[in-house]
């Protein structure tokens, strides 16, 4: 009997009461529709992320040509750039949010905010999350956040300019500097309710997946996007409460008199109160979720990789218990890293061998992942459409930006290069870069879904990736070579150095290939906005893919299934599955086995 044969079995429950008329507010503004939430999601990402990058040009242009005035800067920053020099102040600020904006706003809300929510329903039969209420709770408290993180640009003592990392003295004493002042509360206040946000939002999808899987979907048959969204939100969980004390110690310093993080202070030659306190504490309790922020950010983006690599392949994901049990090594390792980031605190050489090795031991699992997905796309029926090109881009950098990771992770080596541009385009390339292709990638393969069925330009979309993967090279291979010849990262010039003299011309090159880069993003919105309304109407299963969203309706409903929910019988990556003589398919005529479709006779079910 052949497989087609099979009707896939089917389960009647919870087929009811989601049909019931919608208003506008209830449909597009406070939607508790998972689908919905995930597009307020990625819309709201994508408009920070424009915010973030417009200011990341700002910033290069006045690196590359410090002398020159820019009429734009007047344009865009008002008093801070009268007659069209930056004042200095506001170059680090615009370094500080952009690094805020691109990390937390866009790569862990926009990321995995839109996919884990999209998909995590979806991908294991479910007819929503946990709760949509706090699913939607959520997504209104991610907006907040970044509302009240734009609103504090306009503050007249202008934004939080203590870096990204907001260290104390300078966030802590609101006297320090301009940027000290109500543009620090602002910031302190936006990231508060953004963990908030973030902590319904993981413990929604944990809670999702545990519970809310269709009949026959084990553990070993989610699909790794799955895998990834799951292990990300745990992280979250673990991490998240650990900087929301550290925010909140940080507004009492500031605002009650108490001296967590001040010891000794003295402020044009004024003694204050402060005794006791460590600005160090601060560095262990940041970085305790800084680092698993990197894995929270990378590891959505590695899960989207896992599955479009494996579809467009027309293979099997190579070794799937070894790159869920790699998902599970990189979140207990990356707890206990986060000592790497401040091996010039003072630390004692021993714990800093401690850090060392748990850092170089991350590499093993960071390193299956990166082979397994080579092995995948070895003699592979390659499909190359834009998804499938930014999901081996993001190999790419994931394995250029780990590699400089190890010099970093040393604690000898990385005293060399500590504070400089090599840091700077180690962590832009192994995250912020690799974490953009997933978004991107993500993007071009699930928009028939989110989108009623249209599709993106194809070719748009390649002009998107190879302007994109070329100038994000451009951007930050060279940064390596003057990071290693010594040039500090946040200074808003390098002229009073003589001995920088002979980089200035890099700088220049870096930011040609930076307004080059954000100028083509602007190929990737109008493809994105305009496929909305006018994009292609595709297939059901336009990748012919094997995982249970396909086989949800095209049409949105609350619900997702119009009818009973699908039965599962086989993992997600059966894909060019040969017959026992291995002389066809399966399936005749077919290189994908839907998860839907029961086992045939003597087929035994893959999952390794």
């Not at 919905?36 to 200011?55: D, E, H, N, P, V």
């Not at 459409?385 to 950098?397: D, Q, W």
């Not at 019988?569 to 398919?585: G, P, T, V």
């Amino acid at each position: 009997m052949s497989a087609q044969a099979h009707a896939p079995a089917v389960d009647h429950h919870d087929d009811h009461g989601h049909h019931h008329k919608e208003t506008f507010i209830t449909k597009y503004i406070f939607s508790q529709d998972h689908k919905m939430i995930s597009k307020q999601y990625l819309i709201t990402g994508l408009f920070m992320g424009i915010i973030g990058i417009a200011m990341s040009i700002l910033f290069r242009m006045q690196l590359a040509w410090p002398e020159e005035p820019f009429t734009i800067f007047e344009i865009f920053l008002g008093k801070w750039a009268e007659g069209g020099v930056m004042d200095p102040s506001v170059y680090l600020a615009l370094v500080t949010i952009h690094g805020t904006i691109m990390v937390f706003f866009v790569l862990t809300a926009g990321l995995s905010g839109t996919f884990s929510n999209l998909l995590i329903p979806l991908q294991i039969g479910a007819r929503d999350m946990a709760s949509g209420f706090l699913n939607m709770v959520s997504y209104w408290l991610f907006f907040l956040s970044s509302v009240i993180m734009v609103l504090s640009l306009f503050v007249e003592a202008g934004p939080a300019s203590a870096g990204w990392t907001i260290y104390p003295p300078l966030s802590a004493l609101p006297q320090a500097i301009p940027g000290s002042g109500a543009g620090m509360t602002l910031w302190l206040v936006s990231m508060a309710i953004f963990i908030a946000s973030s902590l319904l939002g993981s413990l929604n999808y944990i809670v999702t997946v545990l519970n809310l899987r269709t009949k026959g979907m084990s553990m070993t048959r989610l699909p790794l996007t799955i895998w990834a969204f799951f292990i990300t939100a745990v992280i979250g969980v673990v991490s998240f409460p650990v900087l929301l004390s550290a925010a909140l110690m940080l507004i009492m310093d500031r605002s009650f008199g108490t001296s967590f993080f001040l010891s000794d202070i003295y402020i044009a030659g004024e003694v204050l109160h402060n005794q006791g306190g460590s600005p160090v504490l601060f560095e262990h309790l940041f970085w305790f979720l800084g680092h698993p922020e990197v894995y929270i950010v990378l590891l959505p983006a590695l899960g989207i990789t896992s599955e479009i690599i494996a579809t467009n392949s027309r293979k099997p994901i190579f070794g799937y218990r070894a790159m869920v049990a790699s998902i599970l090594a990189i979140a207990f390792l990356s707890t206990i890293v986060w000592g790497h980031h401040m091996f010039i605190s003072g630390m004692n050489p021993f714990l800093g061998s401690v850090f060392t090795f748990t850092t170089l031991l991350i590499a093993i699992p960071s390193a299956v992942k990166a082979f397994n997905y080579i092995t995948t796309l070895w003699k592979g029926n390659l499909q190359m459409n834009p998804a499938m090109l930014f999901s081996i881009g993001l190999v790419s950098t994931f394995i250029t930006g780990g590699l400089t990771g190890i010099i970093l992770g040393d604690s000898a080596l990385d005293i060399n290069v500590h504070d400089t541009y090599f840091v700077v385009a180690h962590f832009h390339l192994v995250m912020g870069i690799s974490a953009l292709y997933g978004l991107f990638a993500g993007v071009y393969h699930w928009f028939p879904k989110m989108f009623q069925g249209r599709m993106m330009n194809k070719n748009l979309g390649y002009v998107h990736f190879w302007v994109t993967a070329i100038g994000a090279y451009g951007v930050f291979f060279p940064m390596h070579f003057i990071g290693m010849a010594g040039l500090p990262r946040r200074y808003y010039t390098n002229t009073n150095f003589p001995y920088f003299d002979d980089l200035a011309d890099v700088n220049v090159v870096i930011t040609i290939f930076a307004i080059i880069t954000a100028a083509v993003q602007l190929v990737f919105l109008w493809n994105f906005i305009y496929s909305i309304f006018y994009g292609k109407r595709g297939p059901k299963n336009p990748w012919k893919s094997n995982t249970l969203e396909w086989t949800a309706e095209v049409k949105h409903i609350h619900g997702n299934w119009d009818g009973p929910i699908p039965h599962v019988y086989r993992w997600a990556y059966d894909y060019s599955k040969l017959n026992e003589d291995e002389s066809d398919y399966v399936i005749p005529g077919q290189d994908f086995i839907p998860q839907t479709l029961p086992l045939q006779e003597n087929e035994e079910e893959m999952n390794h």
